[in-house]
């Protein structure tokens, strides 16, 4: 298939799709929300339907995906885990005779940042969503510890090491700051690889586990995709969760000599498009007079010609707070001038009254913009796929 990444309209919050040569499926974060949790959005859109209608089903008809990267244990980041997928032993799975919209979705292997292992404290709270990803890996773990091993359904890998060498005994399936790997669901992957950016070692004292905390311990992966078999045409994906400035300086310190490591040609905005991604100073309190920080900045300037970047928030409107924040929108966009890119923002494709998937092909040329599947469209597709009556059947 022609690989593609799906990023779907779920407001300030994540949900981004991979999809590989071979059909692999990598899901970077969930925001499900039920209209009804969320009064000032009743209209939300599906999302749970465009996410099922973009995924495999294996041979039990199960819809499935082979990794499920949470970036960070935030709400907006794992929101309808447990409504719609499959959380406790591969072999307890209870769905196989339901309805398909009804079936939960099977994570093949869990890839998550190490934070999750902290003890709970005041300052570490983690929503019900969150706490059952944290259940879910700690039970992926412990089988791996016991047997040396796990089955599909029961695997996970780690990103990043924890603090204390509480992460030193994981081995196998510890990806270290930095590591450049193709394995997913116990095998090699011939048509993608990924570096691991950060976490790296995450030793922030326990009493400063808070929401800065956990936003720093975001996983950022730099994914590098094969457009054709023979791997000859590669394009980059680089997702941060809500990585913020510090984090962003901290990598461009570490990688200035060699900044083809922060290349992309797809880049999801960090934390919403938030201003402090990009500065120190808070939108808030200094407006048009922030600085923007310029390790930050060059870290994620290393866009390639034709890049994409795409926000993953609601419209972003001037003097609507942060984030999403105009101004970061305007770096990225001035980012983005040299090498004729484009900015797309999830809360406003194609329409802000009515946003729809963003899918990007990743075609041999580079990455390119799919027309989306507005409601129009679906009908007309529609109309033209139906049978035309009188035609004798
Ligand atoms: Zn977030």
Not at 92 to 98: E, H, I, N, P
Not at 259 to 283: A, G, K, M, N, Q
């Amino acid at each position: 298939m022609q690989p593609v990444i799906s990023f779907f309209p779920v407001g300030n919050g994540d949900m981004s799709l991979i999809r590989l040569l071979d059909g692999t499926a990598i899901l970077i974060d969930c925001r499900i929300r039920l209209a009804a949790d969320d009064p000032s959005d009743p209209d939300a859109r599906d999302v749970a339907k465009d996410l099922r209608d973009r995924l495999p089903r294996d041979d039990n008809g199960r819809p499935y995906v082979d990794a499920f990267l949470l970036s960070h244990p935030d709400e907006d980041h794992c929101c309808g885990l447990r409504r719609h997928f499959h959380l406790g032993a591969a072999e307890d799975y209870a769905d196989d005779s339901k309805p398909d919209e009804e079936k939960k979705i099977f994570i093949r292997e869990m890839w998550s940042s190490p934070i999750i292992f902290r003890r709970k404290s005041k300052l570490h709270v983690l929503c019900e969503d969150a706490k059952a990803w944290a259940a879910e890996a700690r039970r992926r773990v412990k089988l791996f510890r016991e047997q040396g091993w796990a089955s599909e359904g029961n695997r996970i890998l780690i990103m990043g090491e924890d603090k204390d060498g509480k992460t030193d005994d994981l081995g196998a399936i510890l990806i270290k700051s930095d590591d450049v790997f193709s394995r997913i669901n116990g095998a090699t992957n011939n048509y993608f690889s990924a570096r691991l950016l950060a976490p790296s070692l995450v030793c922030d004292d326990e009493e400063e586990i808070d929401l800065r905390a956990k936003n720093r311990s975001s996983v950022i992966l730099n994914f590098e995709i094969w457009a054709t078999p023979v791997g000859m045409n590669r394009y980059r994906f680089l997702t941060g969760g809500d990585a913020e400035v510090d984090i962003w300086e901290r990598l461009w310190e570490r990688y200035e000599a060699t900044p083809d490591v922060l290349e992309y040609d797809i880049l999801e905005t960090p934390h919403h498009c938030s201003w402090r991604v990009l500065s120190h100073d808070s939108w808030s309190n200094y407006g048009e007079a922030a600085q923007v920080s310029a390790g930050a900045r060059a870290a994620l300037s290393q866009a390639r010609y034709g890049a994409k970047i795409v926000a993953s928030c609601k419209p972003i409107v001037e003097g609507d707070g942060d984030p999403p924040c105009t101004r970061a929108k305007r770096e990225f966009e001035a980012i983005l001038d040299p090498v004729d890119g484009k900015f797309v923002c999830t809360g406003e494709t194609p329409h802000t009254w009515a946003p729809a998937p963003i899918d990007i092909d990743i075609a041999a040329g580079g990455p390119r913009l799919r027309e989306p599947r507005t409601a129009t469209a679906a009908a007309a597709t529609a109309a033209a796929a139906a049978p035309r009556a009188g035609c004798g059947d």
